[in-house]
């Protein structure tokens, strides 16, 4: 028996390669096939079976084209309804991996046909479970992502607390699990970024596996929950009804543009994304264009921030024009009219001119402030709300386009957000909307608190407050 956890740090997805006696099965694969493909032909295996825990929302399975090109069969769990051809199993139902069992542990909750897969090994013990987004190293799904006018994220919540408890709960603590997303996942609040753990290693310390009332995990786990990226029922829609070849959009999408066809399609609505990385982004950009590197969550900002249906010119590092093509079809953004072949090179050389963003050491935030200077920190609430520099200003970045008229045009603000990734975002956001009177603070809120001369604003954070309505329930 041969496990393989392929991790996707853009997405903090995890997807499994299981085999055994020359057959393998694949659980929750990403968009592109090669890796799949190559690990099997690497170790002599044939693909059997891509097994699906639940229709994603957050990114775009590869479970249709690697199927194609392997003649393996898709598993889905019980209600499932894709349309296309796929084996919907039924609850207990076991599938043969060369000498291994996979058995059907229908866990509904975060979605109605979510599904944990339980692998017992050669021997017939069990060995580990792969819970998609039912169970995640210290956190549960979010029971949101499914409601209908029939079904509310209560009644989901509800359905979750007895998957758990009926279905996963009862196992040995020794039995290994393999969760579907880590930490940076929004397909739940607060997900650890280890890869694996226990049943045992859950029960102990996983909060909402504490010992609880059903009220009381409705409550717990339904508390705090954010707004879902606008791009999730989307990708939930694509993952069901199917999509095209990923060969033949990478085909499309892969068009190098010179500056005048680039400035054609941009006057016809596209909209410019930058994919560098924040440092080489603010030393110069093309006016309008939205900052979002390759080195950061990549994906899951771009579908936070444009409708997925929106037409997208690149600007990319080079060598980075494919990787960024990819990452965007990943999660379902495939309308990309071309890259500025050259990069911000060709438009300089054009004779045109770049926009800059200037940036300041989070170590010298003190004393522009005492010159006047006002703090945005586009953290997430809970962030803000866990310690702040006294005085600043909080619009979470996924909220700023919509909350401009509260931005001052005649104040001067500093932008940060945790590492520089996000306020870089936001100060190209704020650019394109002519709010051009910002600096940039390299290093964010980390490199703010290791100089220590600001004034902070210090509240209990998210995991306290929690913990005590816990204590409070006990």
Same mark, same amino acid.
């Given at each position: ?9 853009? =997405? ?20 592109? /096939? ?18 699906? /825990? ?40 076991? =599938? ?10 229908? !866990?509904?909750?975060? *979605?109605?046909?979510? /599904? ?35 079904? *509310? ?44 753990? *226990?049943?045992?290693?859950? +029960? ?17 786990? !339904?508390?705090?929950? /954010? ?17 095209? #070849? ?5 085909? +499309?999408? =892969? ?20 994919? +560098? ?22 994906? $899951?900002?771009?579908? *936070? ?24 079809? +990943?999660?379902?953004?495939? #309308? ?20 800059? $963003? ?59 957000? =945790? ?20 600096? #940039? ?11 220590? #001369? ?21």
């Amino acid at each position: 028996m041969y496990i393989e956890q392929l991790y996707t740090g853009c =997405l903090a997805e995890a997807a499994y390669y299981i085999e055994s006696n020359g057959e393998a099965a694949i659980i929750d694969p990403i968009r592109e /096939t090669k890796p799949y493909l190559e690990l099997a032909e690497k170790r002599g295996a044939k693909i059997k079976y891509v097994l699906e /825990t639940h229709f994603h929302a957050d990114f775009v399975s590869g479970h249709l084209d690697l199927a194609k090109k392997t003649g393996a069969t898709i598993i889905f769990g019980p209600n499932a309804n894709p349309m296309y051809d796929a084996h919907i199993t039924e609850d207990g139902e076991v =599938l043969y991996v060369g000498d291994i069992k996979i058995k059907i542990l229908h !866990t509904p909750g975060h *979605t109605t046909e979510s /599904t944990t897969y339980l692998l017992q090994d050669e021997e017939g013990k069990d060995h580990a479970i792969f819970t998609g987004d039912t169970l995640f190293i210290g956190d549960v799904g979010r029971p949101d992502l499914a409601v209908k006018s029939d079904l *509310t994220e209560e009644d989901l919540a509800g359905h979750l607390y007895d998957s758990l408890h009926t279905k996963l709960l009862p196992l040995a603590d020794e039995v290994i699990v393999f969760p579907g997303h880590g930490a940076g996942s929004q397909c739940g609040k607060n997900l650890s970024d280890e890869r694996q753990s *226990t049943v045992g290693q859950q +029960r102990k310390f996983n909060y909402a596996l504490q010992p609880m009332t059903k009220e009381q995990f409705v409550d717990v786990v !339904t508390d705090g929950l /954010t707004t879902p990226p606008a791009y999730f029922p989307e990708n939930v829609r694509i993952n069901k009804s199917g999509y095209e #070849n990923i060969d033949e959009v990478m085909d +499309r999408n =892969l068009t190098a543009l010179s500056v005048d066809d680039f400035k054609s399609i941009v006057a016809d609505g596209a909209i410019i994304l930058d994919t +560098r990385i924040p440092d080489h982004f603010e030393k110069g950009f093309i006016k309008d264009s939205y900052s979002i590197g390759l080195d950061g969550t990549f994906a $899951v900002w771009v579908g *936070t921030l444009f409708d997925i249906n929106q037409k997208l010119v690149l600007v990319t590092e080079e060598g980075k024009e494919q990787e960024s093509v990819l990452r965007l079809a +990943r999660v379902g953004f495939e #309308n990309v009219a071309g890259y500025m072949e050259g990069g911000v090179g060709s438009w300089s050389q054009s004779g045109e001119v770049l926009e800059t $963003v200037n940036s300041v050491k989070g170590e010298i935030v003190s004393e522009y402030q005492a010159e006047g200077m006002s703090v945005m920190d586009v953290r997430r609430n809970p962030e803000f709300d866990t310690e702040h520099v006294e005085g600043a200003l909080n619009i979470p970045l996924k909220d700023l386009e919509q909350n401009l008229d509260k931005v001052n045009n005649d104040q001067q603000y500093l932008i940060h957000c =945790l590492g520089g990734y996000r306020s870089m975002i936001a100060a190209s956001i704020l650019k394109r909307n002519g709010i051009d009177n910002i600096v #940039n603070v390299w290093g964010g809120w980390n490199s703010i608190k290791k100089d220590g #001369n600001a004034k902070l604003v210090t509240g209990p954070c998210p995991t306290q407050i929690r913990d005590a309505k816990l204590a409070a329930m006990a």
